[in-house]
């Protein structure tokens, strides 16, 4: 015969558990409160103060069940992201579980899309954070992948199908490695205590909800001396606040680095396209066109290091649809309403200088030595002169006459491409004083559901 538990046996029973522990350390000290903690087993859920914020907040128990997702636990996380929601603060999520409970049959599906509605809900309305701490498969992978932020620890698995049992299963499939290579994830860290770590980071840095300014004062203003050779973050860490950069999506895209950080303790997206000497793939402008998203639903301004000589030109990329992903990026920055300040500090050619400068930024400034033209200036000249030009040599000097005229950031500036030119110890001062007077900026789009993304 059954028995009824007392208040102190279950009380007894959560404090014995590992993952409500675990969540409880994600909050400021005694700044704590579980929701429904006697329901739903093998989740759970609760909100409080991280970093002194709102947070709600909610982990996968695995010891329970295996960490079995069923109607009871699904009410609990969409009672929590409905609060969430109304109260315009973010989500922390904590995947960790072997699956759905199939003995609850359709309304196991029932359950998990009420969880979808949740999360798409709140999207850009609230900052999501989703960590992956173990087996995140099914369903339950794409729910987590609906989050702004995904991040995984070494050892946890995410995916659609599981791996071993598809057809030609492939090694790496399912990994961390993969998600993080693949885009799936921004970042991968060593345990769960390093992934909690981080999203309370991006917690600090983001901005509450889509109606607040995100900014803090626990960064000091950068050291690094700016100069016009640096590349890629080394260039980015001359604008940005000391230490206050937090990258994303190291292992997709590599010749892109897109990071949050911060400009005189108000926060910045970072956008720099020369982290290799590479031209933009497919998986660059993913990378930048979803961070740029992201950035632009909660008004984040975005700045942009522009050194580029434009997307990848080749036959397989053709091919691939490089066209797509060309109109992709240039869609997202066109369509993005938050300040938005580029700068060139190399080339800026081609489609790369449609995408991000130009009429797609409100500010556009360049370094003097930068070539600004429709393509190279060999190419250029080539093709301007070619019934002159009949050796290496004439060709090489055309291509610097070129550089040096039509090509140059004062021909840009003169023709109304640039707004200022400017010597790399001005650009902190250049972006800083841009994003200043952007700080009010405001836009009335016209009436309609929304952007018709390429995708």
Not at 14 to 23: G, V
Not at 320 to 343: E, F, M, N
Not at 435 to 449: D, F, I, Y
Request: hydrophobic share 45%; aromatic share 6%; charged share 20%.
């Amino acid at each position: 015969m059954a028995t009824n538990k007392t208040l102190a046996q279950l009380q007894q029973e959560n404090a014995s558990s590992e993952a409500r522990n675990t969540l409880i350390s994600m909050f400021d000290e005694d700044g704590f409160t579980e929701l429904s903690p006697y329901t739903g087993g093998s989740v759970v859920t609760g909100y409080g103060q991280v970093n002194g914020c709102p947070v709600y907040a909610f982990i996968q128990d695995v010891s329970v069940k295996s960490g079995a997702v069923c109607k009871a636990a699904a009410q609990k996380i969409v009672k929590l992201y409905s609060l969430a929601v109304k109260n315009g603060a973010p989500v922390i999520a904590v995947y960790d579980s072997k699956g759905g409970d199939i003995s609850e049959g359709v309304e196991l599906l029932t359950a998990y899309g009420d969880i979808a509605n949740a999360c798409a809900s709140i999207s850009g309305v609230a900052p999501q954070i989703a960590i992956v701490s173990g087996v995140c498969g099914g369903i339950s992978a794409s729910l987590a992948c609906m989050a702004d932020f995904v991040i995984m620890t070494e050892k946890a698995e995410l995916f659609l199908n599981a791996p071993f049992i598809t057809d030609n299963a492939k090694a790496g499939a399912g990994t961390a490695k993969n998600a993080a290579v693949s885009g799936v994830s921004c970042m991968t860290v060593k345990d769960i205590n390093e992934a909690i770590k981080q999203a309370k980071a991006l917690a600090a840095i983001l901005p509450q909800n889509n109606l607040e300014v995100a900014g803090n004062d626990y960064f000091a203003l950068p050291t690094d001396t700016a100069d016009a050779s640096l590349k890629g973050e080394a260039m980015v860490k001359t604008v940005a606040d000391k230490d206050s950069l937090i990258e994303l999506f190291p292992e997709f895209g590599k010749a892109a680095y897109t990071a949050l950080g911060s400009v005189n303790w108000k926060t910045v997206g970072f956008v720099a396209t020369n982290k290799t000497e590479d031209k933009l793939t497919a998986a660059d402008t993913a990378k930048i066109a979803r961070f740029v998203g992201i950035c632009d639903a909660f008004s984040i301004p975005v700045v942009t290091i522009v050194d580029s000589e434009g997307f990848a030109a080749d036959s397989a990329a053709e091919l691939a649809g490089s066209i797509r992903d060309a109109a992709k990026l240039t869609q997202v920055y066109a369509s993005a309403t938050t300040p938005k300040v580029s700068v060139i500090t190399g080339n800026a050619l081609g489609g790369a200088f449609t995408a991000f400068c130009g009429a797609n930024a409100d500010v556009t400034v360049a370094l003097e030595q930068a070539v600004i033209a429709p393509t190279t200036p060999k190419a250029a000249a080539i093709f301007l002169h070619s019934d002159k030009l009949n050796s290496k040599a004439e060709i090489e000097a055309a291509a610097n006459e070129y550089a040096a005229d039509e090509a140059s950031a004062v021909n840009a500036m003169e023709k109304g491409a640039v707004d200022r030119i400017v010597s790399a110890e001005e650009i902190w001062s250049s972006v800083n004083s841009a994003l200043e007077m952007l700080s009010g900026k405001r836009v009335n789009a016209p009436t309609r559901k929304h952007i018709n993304f390429v995708y």
